[in-house]
């Protein structure tokens, strides 16, 4: 793929991926359109065979079956699809003094007061009693309407440049604003019952009208608030992109993209591409890495190969070779005092890898084999691929986490490798062309070794 065409692609991705369920959706049309089938519908599989696995829609893994037997293990791409927003409550839809608000709970790491005042979308499903799954997609088209959570003024907010960053926007005046009321002539007037709440009466008339779904129905919904708007290239020379989501879809598109390039080529090892859910607040649930999903995947196929023993599914795990495709910090010249600039990665440096991660004293890290590295490095080398090894900040400044040590525990080899991203975790993140083609380039050779 030529590298315009790759960003062009990639800016696409993060246009229409918003959600970990949008991200997969994306991924299983694209799978299909280069031969993988779902699992599911196969009962045998073969070298050369392609297939797909989902969960509950938020998370999915590729497969492509190579030549050796399995038990000598896999080269595996893995990722993840959820990134830091705010997510709708259940019971969200309320007015209060003539404006309507639906009430959300922020979902990982982020910075409150980063996501006041800027306009915002709502994407997601509502499932119905029936078994119906309403999508929602609010706020993307130019003729949509946006959302927005408000903010003091300079002329009041005295209190508030006391407070702390961690203090002065609550987590519970994360409100989005979605309506409003038009106030009486008299707004002290006490209103009839039956007047009461007009502009809330209101909103729900359109949400039925619209998409056919109750108050009560929002007890059954995934709504993600995010950035409204696409994607931009940054910079005169639009050497950068400006986009939400960065982390880490920039690390899954070119991981998939990348497996779905190098089809068929050189097929002795079986390759894998697993993208999930939930890694922004410990890899939980069902859909996160920290689950069974991963390891049941590879049962299946190994039951489809041949003869199923539990045997070779550990064989397979512990045999396997993975790049944990998540991003690092880009080292900001405007904070350089957070960096050991040493062992920073830089936007423009090309693909990142980091030995361990976790914080201050290596606490829940992978911490990488130096065998490994060498052997990472050496395809590198031999692919002609920019690469750079860091840490995400100082040493005792914090710290971050990815997939790697949950992969790990199988035995396997594992590293950290993604790209570098300024601005992490912020509605907008910054991430550099040549680092996305880089990417994508280096989880390419790493599929041959």
Not at 54 to 65: R, S
Not at 230 to 255: E, H, N, P, V
Not at 443 to 448: G, S, T
Request: charged share 30%.
């Amino acid at each position: 793929m030529e590298n315009n065409e790759l960003l062009n692609e990639y800016r696409v991705f993060l246009d229409n991926g918003k959600t970990e369920r949008e991200c997969v959706e994306i991924i299983v049309r694209e799978a299909e359109k280069n031969g993988y089938k779902n699992i599911e519908s196969v009962e045998k599989l073969k070298a050369g065979d392609k297939v797909y696995s989902v969960k509950m829609n938020k998370a999915i893994a590729l497969f492509e079956i190579g030549s050796e037997p399995i038990e000598k293990g896999m080269n595996i791409l893995g990722a993840h699809i959820d990134s830091p927003r705010l997510d709708v409550k259940q019971n969200p839809l309320y007015e209060k003094d003539f404006i309507v608000y639906l009430n959300t709970h922020y979902y990982g790491g982020i910075k409150k007061y980063q996501w006041v005042t800027i306009p915002l979308a709502l994407h997601g499903v509502v499932c119905l009693k029936d078994g119906t799954t309403i999508k929602i997609s609010v706020g993307e088209k130019e003729d949509d309407s946006v959302f927005c959570i408000s903010d003091i003024l300079p002329h009041l907010a005295q209190k508030q440049y006391e407070q702390n960053a961690k203090e002065f926007i609550p987590g519970e005046n994360l409100d989005l604003i979605v309506g409003s009321e038009t106030v009486s002539s008299d707004k002290n007037d006490k209103a009839d019952e039956k007047e009461k709440d007009t502009a809330k009466k209101n909103i729900l008339k359109i949400l039925k009208e619209k998409y056919n779904f109750e108050e009560d129905d929002f007890m059954s919904a995934e709504i993600e608030v995010v950035p409204a708007g696409k994607s931009r290239w940054l910079g005169f020379d639009k050497s950068m992109i400006l986009g939400y989501g960065q982390d880490d879809r920039s690390c899954a598109f070119t991981s998939f993209r990348a497996m779905l390039d190098e089809s068929g080529k050189d097929l002795k090892k079986t390759r894998c591409c697993v993208c999930v859910d939930k890694e922004e607040i410990g890899s939980v649930g069902a859909t996160g890495m920290g689950s069974h999903f991963f390891e049941n995947c590879v049962s299946e196929i190994v039951s489809r190969l041949g003869e199923y023993s539990e045997l070779k599914v550990k064989r397979a795990m512990a045999n396997s070779s993975m790049l944990s495709s998540d991003v690092n910090s880009a080292y900001d010249p405007m904070n350089a005092g957070l960096f050991d600039r040493d062992n920073s990665s830089f936007l423009g440096g090309g693909i990142v890898y980091q030995k361990y991660t976790g914080s201050r004293g290596k606490s829940g890290a992978n911490d990488t084999a130096a065998e490994f590295v060498a052997v990472v490095r050496n395809a590198m080398d031999k692919a002609d691929v920019k690469f750079q090894m860091a840490e995400l900040g100082k040493v005792d400044q914090g710290g971050g986490g990815t997939i790697a040590y949950l992969a790990s525990k199988y035995g396997m080899q594992v590293i950290d490798a993604g790209v570098a991203v300024m601005s992490m975790h912020a509605p907008w993140e910054i991430t550099n062309c040549d680092d996305i083609v880089q990417a994508y380039n280096a989880y390419k050779a790493f599929l041959k070794i």
